[in-house]
């Protein structure tokens, strides 16, 4: 059974910082990429950045110099530092572990959130 359980988020005044982890199991990890994605209300879901199995980032631009997402394969864990939070981050968000095979075959799985809020 796959599981992505994240951690970390809470209220966090304009320019403060957080951390948050997302604990993998279920899945052969290191050969995912892994994303942060948050949903704010009445929004779509977004992508604020992702790291492939490679280790290579990619960050939306709203997010770019202020938030790094990284990855350690031995803890089966991925990770986004926000720095330097603004009200318009605040949002639910979403771990996602992504896989498509040399056949084609795509695994998409998805955690079940945490809230992030900035205040204004």
């Known amino acids: 059974q796959v599981q992505l359980v994240e951690s970390g988020g809470g209220l966090v005044q304009p320019g403060g910082s957080l951390r948050l982890s997302c604990a993998a199991s279920?899945?052969?990890?290191?050969?995912?990429?892994m994303g942060w994605y948050r949903q704010a209300p009445g929004k779509q879901r977004e992508l604020a950045a992702t790291i492939t199995s490679g280790g290579s980032t990619n960050y939306a631009d709203s997010v770019k110099g202020r938030f790094t997402i990284s990855r350690d394969n031995a803890q089966n864990t991925v990770y986004l530092r926000m720095n330097s939070l603004k009200p318009e981050d605040t949002a639910v968000y979403y771990c996602n572990a992504k896989r498509t095979t040399v056949l084609g075959y795509e695994s998409n799985y998805w955690g079940q959130g945490t809230q992030v809020t900035v205040p204004s």
């Open positions: 279920g899945i052969r990890f290191s050969s995912y990429t």
